[in-house]
């Protein structure tokens, strides 16, 4: 079993930047990919990216270039660092980790771009 706790969401002006934690929990020691989701209101939950026990990451189109996913296997802890924020940036932020077929998922977090 894993626990994920994120934090690190809030309000922030376009172009701004806003850094996410996710902090894991349980049987960290097997889990293998861990990543961020989000969903806007009234649109489904797309990959905004995410890292693999070998450290490789894979990113949403939408978010390449402007977020930097990293991880820090000692502390079972992934950040999300968000850069160059724009208004459709705006959701709730979820956390993922896979521990051998079964994917765990925390509570969210949200993002909310706004002037």
């Known amino acids: 079993q894993v626990q994920l706790v994120e934090s690190g969401g809030g309000l922030v002006q376009p172009g701004g930047s806003l850094r996410l934690s996710c902090a894991a929990s349980?049987?960290?020691?097997?889990?293998?990919?861990m990543g961020w989701y989000r969903q806007a209101p009234g649109k489904q939950r797309e990959l905004v990216a995410y890292?693999?026990?070998?450290?490789?990451?894979n990113y949403g189109d939408s978010v390449k270039g402007r977020f930097t996913i990293s991880r820090d296997y000692a502390k079972a802890t992934i950040y999300l660092q968000m850069a160059s924020l724009k208004p459709e940036d705006t959701a709730v932020y979820y956390c993922?980790?896979?521990?051998?077929?079964?994917?765990?998922w925390g509570q969210g977090t949200q993002v909310t771009v706004s002037s």
């Open positions: 993922k980790a896979i521990l051998q077929i079964t994917a765990y």
């Open positions: 349980g049987s960290v020691f097997n889990i293998g990919i």
């Open positions: 890292i693999n026990s070998a450290g490789i990451t």
